[in-house]
């Protein structure tokens, strides 16, 4: 067993154009393949999303970014069934991806930007323990996705915790 690489998350939002420019402006993501629109038109594409939306499926736009190290942002904006913003779009104690996290060390910077962007900050920023310089802060973009701002790398964060802190 080996641990695999993240490729991607898939997030959806309500107007495509708008949030590749924002995850380009805001975040910093380097577009890889601009919006391009997919139907239920029987070609070997629509098959395959099909068959992975189900009968309700009928079409959306689609666009690909990458983060700074690789990983990439899959956005899709489906036209039938629209997408919708959750009135409750932090569910954490339902299963599945409930936020994604980028690492800036100018936390602030980075949460007045996406306030000042149609986003909102959704916590202070937090100093995860007194001894360590280690910071978050939870923000989500205009269409409800969480985004976690962290100061330093998972890795860091995380190891020299448990590092610190073995039973």
């Given amino acids: 067993m080996y641990p695999r690489n993240m490729n991607h998350v898939g997030l959806t939002v309500t107007d495509i154009e708008e949030a590749v420019g924002w995850y380009q402006e805001v975040l910093g993501f380097t577009l890889v393949m601009p919006p391009i629109e997919a139907k239920?038109?029987?070609?070997?594409?629509?098959?395959?999303?099909?068959?992975?939306?189900?009968?309700?499926?009928?079409?959306?736009?689609?666009?690909?970014?990458?983060?700074?190290?690789?990983?990439?942002?899959?956005?899709?904006?489906?036209?039938?069934?629209?997408?919708?913003?959750?009135?409750?779009?932090?569910?954490?104690?339902?299963?599945?991806?409930?936020?994604?996290?980028?690492?800036?060390?100018?936390?602030?910077?980075?949460?007045?930007?996406?306030?000042?962007?149609?986003?909102?900050?959704?916590?202070?920023?937090?100093?995860?323990?007194?001894?360590?310089?280690?910071?978050v802060c939870y923000c989500e973009d205009p269409w409800g996705n969480v985004v976690e701002i962290s100061s330093h790398s998972y890795e860091q964060t995380w190891a020299n915790y448990y590092n610190a802190h073995k039973p």
């Fill in 40 to 135: 239920d038109d029987g070609s070997h594409f629509a098959d395959i999303i099909s068959d992975i939306f189900g009968n309700n499926f009928d079409s959306l736009k689609i666009a690909h970014l990458a983060t700074g190290d690789g990983i990439g942002i899959e956005l899709f904006e489906f036209s039938k069934p629209k997408s919708e913003r959750p009135e409750n779009n932090f569910e954490f104690w339902k299963t599945g991806i409930f936020h994604i996290c980028v690492t800036d060390p100018e936390i602030e910077l980075l949460a007045e930007s996406i306030s000042n962007t149609g986003g909102r900050q959704r916590s202070k920023v937090w100093k995860l323990w007194p001894d360590k310089p280690y910071r």
